[in-house]
């Protein structure tokens, strides 16, 4: 058939038209070959309007095939409609070889209902079709389509798959995570013999990693007689999506040991690996690695490179790359934003993102979603205005992601109720969003709103995960609600299915050991299912402090110093423990223990921002350029509130004397920013102050008595929560 088509009758001598035709034909295969579409299209073209084209030099069968390749490269659909129209003037269209063509076209065109119509037209199908189909299908994410068209070409056509079928539909089955699936393509596989067939192999392997047999894929790889940088590429990028970051940089490392090529896959996996680890060494050894084959232009790796420094919080080397870069993308100042936010450089992020504006490079919701927690974490509800109205003016604000980031921003910042606001005005609430809100009660000290909030999510069907079990169970510890906290608890397990975490199980430590109840806190430890971390006996250690109990103090240290914490603070709550109860031989026995293991105490902050100026105070600080101004006004507050019956609580302060305890006391950290803040604000503002550390008793005290003599609405942030001074009390109740 092809031959008649491409010679409309057999001449008795070479004719000009003809070798017009076929040098047309030779060069469209040859720019095939090399995807150089706009001149051949140009080519073909003319030739198909020309009226004065002779005959024979009009596109042939094989031509449009060509043609319809090169479409289907650059996805051209404009043109392959064009050439779709061409073949159906001819009535060529239904033919096998051109259908199929067509069917490609469309596939790769994004246009799957348009493949399929060609294809339902097709007169007779042939195998190849019927491959065009499913890969069709499989391409544009229709994989239960894919999967059903392997067996209806078994079934009405009696076409048995062949190697082509089985690499087309894998893809499919890992999209659906159809395992049974798998295994069934497996064993065709074996039965044929395709398995052989290193891409087979590799396309079985895959599809088991995306369906999380990552186990049932590794038998297939050690396997394979024979393997490419492919296969090697899908065994390391399913341990390292599959979690098992260790194992796929060991794979990476055995790959260049045997001197498979390493391409940008195997590297962006690697890196990956290396950033879950947090293996600086072997990061640096990757980074020159892919300088030295090459990479270093390419984006998507660089990209990778700064995330992964990011995550092994090195964020001057993920800087030093991002600027390095030429080519920036925007998932490039993403990574950045976000390596600067998740490391706790907020004002780094703020500015970059404020970079980013100024070099006109457009926002998605992940670029909000990585610079709002870093306004969040400042905790300026003017920045947090300025980036709500830029959300707005993006059109950004209903994404749900950006939305539930805004509601956990002001609730962060202290504006809880504008955060319900934005809670009730959403269209989509995910279960993020539910969490954001949870926690920002919880945060605030309104335990009982918090719980008939998450009452609320449960009836409206949205299941809680592991997250709102925590939220909720923070609210309850914060609001005191044991009760309702033990229920929460154990309906986590019974009702959901969830398995509880390490801080699960240390918010329930904290639950009852602020409430009192030690004895059952430490039976608690005990009748753990998992061995107890750090944060479990840090929060029965607090929990010691509060209630003055040395014995069970002692026995929690003892385990968290066994568990080697990084933080000397816990050894400073001991220290505080014993001197409270006069027991100085084990106060100067934990001091010791620190300097031999270089412990330091962490310095209290607190920082309060004004007019886009961030100042910072620590306890007895005298370098702030107003420091004459503020001590005055601080010495004049502490005869104010002393005027209506503040009294220093001197009990965490230690081998000074009483007036000496005093002085420390009125020069803590969060009083000089409270100071601060009087002089430089209008009165009747609200002052909002952070803290790093929890606030000390004395100054939960005097702030309450400030916000009486001053009328100042105080909002404090600390280490744990929120506190609303007001009137002389806190929104905390006291239970904190």
Known sequence: MLCALATASPP???????????????????????????????????MSSSSSAPAGARPVLRTFTALLKLCAARADLATGRAVHAQLATRGLASESLAATALANMYAKCRRPADARRVFDRMPTRDRVAWNALVAGYARNGLAQAAMEMVVRMQVEDGERPDSVTLVSVLPACADARALDACREVHAFALRGGFDVLVNVSTAILDAYCKCGAIEVARAVFDWMPHKNSVS??????????????????????????????????????????????????????????????????????????????SKCKRTDLAAQVFNELGNKTRISWNAMILGFTQNGCSEDAVRLFSRMQLENVKPDSFTLVSVIPAVADISDPLQARWIHGYSIRQHLDQDVYVLTA?????????????????????????????????????????????????????????????????????????????????????????????????????TMVDLLGRAGKLDEAWSFIQNMPTEPGISVYGAMLGACKLHKNVELAEKSARRIFELGPEEGVYHVLLANIYANASMWKGVARVRTAMEKKGLQKTPGWSIIQLKNEVHTFYSGSTNHQQAKEIYARLAKLIEEIKAVGYLPDTDSIHDVEDDVKAQLLHTHSEKLAIAYGLIRTAPGTTIQIKKNLRVCNDCHNATKLISLVTGREIIMRDIQRFHHFKHGKCSCGDYW
């Not at 070479?14 to 720019?31: F, G, K, Q, V």
């Not at 970051?245 to 045997?258: D, H, N, P, Q, V």
């Not at 005005?425 to 954001?436: C, G, K, L, P, Y």
């Open 12 to 46: 008795a001598k070479p004719n000009p038209s003809h070798a017009a035709a076929a040098d047309h034909h030779a060069r469209l295969r040859a720019a095939a070959a090399r995807s150089d579409l706009p001149g051949e299209l140009a080519a073909f073209a003319a």
């Open 232 to 309: 090697w590429n899908a065994m390391i990028n399913g341990y390292a999506d599959n979690g098992n970051s260790a194992e796929a940089l060991s794979l990476f490392k055995r790959m260049l040991g045997e001197g498979v090529d390493v391409t940008d896959v195997s590297v962006l996996a690697a890196l990956q690996a290396c950033g879950e680890l947090g293996y600086l060494d072997e990061a640096r050894r990757v980074h020159e690695l892919l300088v030295r084959i090459g990479l270093k232009s390419n984006v998507s790796v660089m990209n990778a490179l700064i995330t992964m420094y």
């Open 406 to 506: 805004l509601i956990d921003m002001y609730a962060k910042c202290g504006r809880v109720t504008i955060a319900r606001s934005l809670f009730n005005s959403a269209r989509e609430r995910h279960v993020i969003t539910w969490n954001a809100m949870i926690h920002g009660y919880g945060s605030h000290g309104f335990g009982k709103v918090a719980v008939e909030l998450f009452e609320e999510m449960k009836g409206t069907g949205r299941l809680p995960n592991e997250t709102t079990f925590l939220s909720v169970l923070t609210a309850c510890s914060h609001g005191g609600l044991v009760d309702e906290g033990r229920n929460f608890f154990a309906s986590m397990k019974e009702d959901y299915g969830l398995e509880p975490g390490m801080e699960h199980y240390g």
